[in-house]
């Protein structure tokens, strides 16, 4: 009996120990893969150093989606400005890097077509109309703008160099 109750006792020390030598660190995941479904809330969910980090393959496995040689470029240039932003202490809004991923985001199909079509009239009525991006649909606007102005010069010098 005193052998068995040693043993025990011996047994429960030796676990007790085990245990305490061990130390359990929690793996921080950044982003569920069940919630990600686009690029722009992949980028949300991030923060800085988790956006340093990611790469086209990370983001092809959170997203299920493979980025475009368009969205690599996009990606890294990005990222070099999130690294800059750090560099100098400044404090990086991960919401506003999204936005900027997004090309959709920053462009407005019908303040270009205005500032195309219709030139300077076009660009004052989008100044005029509610938007639910106003800054947006005004810089489309003016690219709108821009375009008309090339094309007019284009129109121009043929017509002169003719």
């Known amino acids: 009996m005193k052998k068995i ?4 006792t011996l047994s429960f020390v030796v676990s007790s120990s085990l245990s305490a030598g061990m130390i359990a660190v929690p793996v921080k995941q950044t982003v569920p893969s069940q919630q990600v479904k686009t690029i722009s809330s992949l980028y949300q969910q ?3 150093a988790g956006f340093l980090t990611l790469t086209p393959k990370k983001i092809q496995e959170l997203t299920g989606k493979k980025l475009s040689f368009a969205q690599k470029i996009s990606l890294k240039i990005l990222q070099k400005q999130v690294k800059h932003q750090l560099r100098k202490g400044k404090t990086v809004d991960m919401n506003l890097i ?3 991923a997004d090309w959709r985001d920053n462009f407005h199909l019908g303040a270009y077509l205005l500032g195309l079509f219709l030139g300077p009239i076009g660009v004052l009525i989008v100044y005029l109309v509610q938007y639910e ?4 649909a005004r810089k489309s606007a003016w690219r709108g703008l821009l375009s008309w102005l090339l094309i007019g010069l284009l129109v121009v010098r043929l017509i002169v160099g003719a």
């Open 133 to 136: 991006d106003p800054q947006v």
């Open 98 to 100: 999204a936005k900027k």
């Open 46 to 48: 991030v923060d800085a």
């Open 5 to 8: 109750i040693a043993l025990f």
